[in-house]
């Protein structure tokens, strides 16, 4: 199976905020090309962040039925927050000099964000904590020397300067201060204790996409995503499914049963997706040799190598959703053998991995340690062109 091609970003780049508000502020740059994948786990400083245009409809409003311990993302907070336009000025040029003074030190260290990209991260957050945010109107005030106009705000200034300390001197990941991810045509709410979704898991859901396409039978069937953190593919499958088939998303952390069911529900799929909480397969006890396609992007970085990996990711992500075991391949190798027992004749499958080597261990674990269960397994590359993805199907 050939790989899907993708549809292009709209990734939101604002420059800086000069002190000053002058007209080149209120212009788009062309976005800057991202830099090249590494290890899936090791590239949050690679950001989706799309502008709310016709090509993207706007997220839908937060449910009253949504979990009430789970705080909402910044976007989503009223905005009962006031301040004037100099208190705002004050704190962002605050927390420009504090990212400007990070330099290339992170990404010297391991591979972490340098200052422009905090900087773009500053705008992202003044984005979100904004609340009918007008430029024009901010640049008038400095202009008519009027700074104490009156603002609304999601979060308080004191919140803000905490907020952007703990990005900056504990490499707290940006999606966890803002609370969400932008992924796909989604905006999911993200917090600490959650795998952050990458943008390479996105092909996951266009390789489903592809096969569902030519087999009707896959399309009104169940799915299951195995280890769903913040219930990003689940949802992405739901969506293409339409109004076939459904979906199972399962994980053994309640932080991210709680996560991935307050994503459910504000995307309106909780008739199509069942949340479980449950270790991998456990689940699914009773849909033996039923299900439809069985897609995860598991842990698979091997043990010793998480405390090299990027301060955003070993520090903070959690550890359960990053460790495979010494070779980083357990909790992969059980995926495959479940794999053998819970898809159906023709299902499909397909696994996020490390890379070439885990790849093609893979491969040949499921052709020669479990023969005659699986036919036209393959792996896939990522957008860096690193092999990424082993997928098949269940011999019918």
């Given at each position: 199976m050939k790989p899907c091609t993708l549809r292009p970003s709209f990734v939101r780049a604002w420059p800086c905020i000069a002190s000053n508000f002058s007209t080149s502020f209120f212009q788009l740059?062309?976005?800057?090309?991202?830099?090249?994948?590494?290890?899936?786990?090791?590239?949050?400083?690679?950001?989706?962040?799309?502008?709310?245009?016709?090509?993207?409809?706007?997220?839908?409003?937060?449910?009253?039925?949504?979990?009430?311990?789970?705080?909402?993302?910044?976007?989503?907070?009223?905005?009962?927050?006031?301040?004037?336009?100099?208190?705002?000025?004050?704190?962002?040029?605050?927390?420009?000099?504090?990212?400007?003074?990070?330099?290339?030190?992170?990404?010297?260290?391991?591979?972490?964000?340098?200052?422009?990209?905090?900087?773009?991260?500053?705008?992202?957050?003044?984005?979100?904590?904004?609340?009918?945010?007008?430029?024009?109107?901010?640049?008038?005030?400095?202009?008519?020397?009027d700074p104490d106009i009156v603002i609304s705000l999601r979060a308080d200034v004191q919140e803000l300067y905490s907020l952007w300390k703990q990005r900056i001197e504990e490499r707290r990941p940006f999606q966890y201060i803002v609370g969400c991810e932008h992924w796909r045509d989604l905006i999911l709410c993200v917090r600490d204790g959650v795998l952050i979704p990458r943008?390479?898991?996105?092909?996951?859901?266009?390789?489903?996409?592809?096969?569902?396409?030519?087999?009707?039978?896959?399309?009104?069937?169940?799915?299951?995503?195995?280890?769903?953190?913040?219930?990003?593919?689940?949802i992405g499958i739901a969506k293409i499914l339409g109004n076939y088939g459904s979906v199972i998303a399962t994980d053994l952390s309640p932080v991210a049963i709680q996560v991935a069911s307050f994503n459910v529900q504000r995307y309106s799929l909780q008739d199509k997706i069942e949340v479980s909480e449950g270790s991998w397969l456990e689940p699914l006890k009773g849909v033996e040799g039923k299900v439809a396609g069985l897609v995860s992007n598991p842990p698979y970085i091997p043990s010793d190598d998480i405390s090299g990996l990027q301060a955003e990711v070993g520090r903070h992500e959690p550890r359960l959703a990053l460790d495979g075991g010494a070779e980083g391949m357990d909790d992969l190798l059980h995926l495959c053998n479940g794999a053998a027992s819970m898809l159906k004749p023709g299902g499909f499958f397909a696994f996020e991995t490390n890379g070439e080597k885990q790849c093609e261990?893979?491969?040949?674990?499921?052709?020669?340690?479990?023969?005659g269960s699986f036919c036209n397994v393959n792996t896939l590359s990522d957008f860096a062109g690193i092999q990424r993805f082993v997928t098949g199907f269940r011999n019918r």
């Open positions: 740059p062309p976005p800057p090309p991202p830099p090249p994948l590494a290890h899936a786990r090791n590239v949050t400083q690679i950001r989706h962040r799309r502008f709310h245009s016709s090509l993207s409809a706007p997220p839908p409003p937060l449910l009253a039925s949504s979990p009430p311990s789970l705080p909402p993302p910044l976007f989503l907070r009223p905005p009962k927050h006031t301040t004037t336009v100099s208190e705002l000025l004050e704190w962002h040029s605050w927390a420009k000099s504090l990212a400007a003074s990070v330099g290339s030190s992170f990404e010297d260290s391991d591979n972490g964000p340098d200052s422009s990209l905090l900087c773009r991260e500053l705008n992202w957050l003044m984005d979100d904590v904004l609340h009918g945010f007008d430029p024009s109107l901010m640049g008038k005030a400095v202009a008519r020397d943008p390479e898991t996105e092909i996951i859901v266009d390789l489903v996409g592809d096969v569902i396409s030519k087999d009707e039978g896959l399309r009104e069937g169940l799915w299951a995503d195995l280890g769903t953190g913040s219930g990003a593919i689940a261990f893979l491969v040949d674990y499921m052709q020669n340690q479990l023969p």
